[in-house]
């Protein structure tokens, strides 16, 4: 069974712009979580998204938004970009395990640099 | 407000040490779940172990273990006999509330990195 992935794996872009990462989850996978992973910040929790909608939201500002699409693949996407938010962005589907928790698997997420 | 913190920043040993990663929480919650997962260089995070606040019984898993204690919020990691391939950064991580067992929206701790030496 394919993993997680994640596409692009590196991206490089300049303040002002605006960039848009996807996720692929496991196939039959329908939760989509999203993190951003800084040296200072570490990882901290973006949103997570189920059956297409929007079902848990960290505190980022209104720049992050994403979306699912009917197949469980999500966007992410960051406008008007800044410099601190070069980070590692980390994209991770679940499914529920036989003892009625969840377990997520992550993908290897996107490096974004914007300079 | 939930918290995790992993106060070893950086850990190194050599290879056959026994090492301890520690991990101290906050939270208000009388039901939560905590988590361990390992992120080697590829960036990839690995899950490891998931624990709810009702299960303080110790686990071991091969070379694995983990020491749960509510009286003092904490949810350690012990790696014995440790090898090369153990290298890699090792986050704590906290979910608590409803459906705080579907871990999808973690607090996570800083990190340990852990170097193993040939």
């Known amino acids: 069974k394919a993993g997680v992935t994640q596409t692009p794996r590196y991206l490089i872009k300049t303040r002002g712009q605006q960039v848009t990462l996807s996720c692929s989850p496991i196939s039959g996978h329908r939760s989509v979580s999203w993190y951003q992973q800084t040296p200072g910040q570490g990882l901290q929790f973006l949103f997570e998204?189920?059956?297409?909608?929007?079902?848990n939201k960290g505190n980022f500002p209104g720049r992050f938004s994403g979306r699912q699409f009917s197949n469980s693949r999500s966007e992410m996407n960051v406008s008007t970009l800044e410099l601190g938010d070069s980070a590692l962005y980390l994209c991770?589907?679940?499914?529920?395990?036989?003892?009625?928790?969840?377990?997520?698997?992550f993908g290897p997420g996107t490096r974004l640099t914007v300079l | 407000a939930q918290k995790v913190t992993q106060a070893q920043t950086e850990i190194s040993v050599v290879e056959k040490e026994d090492v301890t990663l520690d991990c101290v929480y906050e939270?208000?919650?009388?039901?939560?779940?905590l988590f361990w997962y390992k992120q080697p260089p590829s960036g990839e995070l690995v899950f490891l172990i998931r624990?709810?606040?009702?299960d303080e019984q110790n686990e071991i898993s091969g070379r694995y273990s983990w020491n749960f204690q509510k009286s003092t919020s904490s949810f350690n990691f012990t790696i014995t006999a440790s090898q090369v391939v153990d290298s890699a950064v090792y986050f704590c991580a906290l979910s608590e509330g409803p459906g705080a067992g579907n871990n999808r929206k973690l607090i996570w701790g800083l990190g340990t990195s852990l170097a193993v030496n040939p």
């Open positions: 939270t208000r919650d009388t039901t939560y779940y």
């Open positions: 998204y189920f059956s297409e909608t929007q079902r």
């Open positions: 991770a589907s679940s499914v529920r395990n036989t003892k009625g928790g969840n377990e997520q698997f």
């Open positions: 624990r709810n606040s009702f």
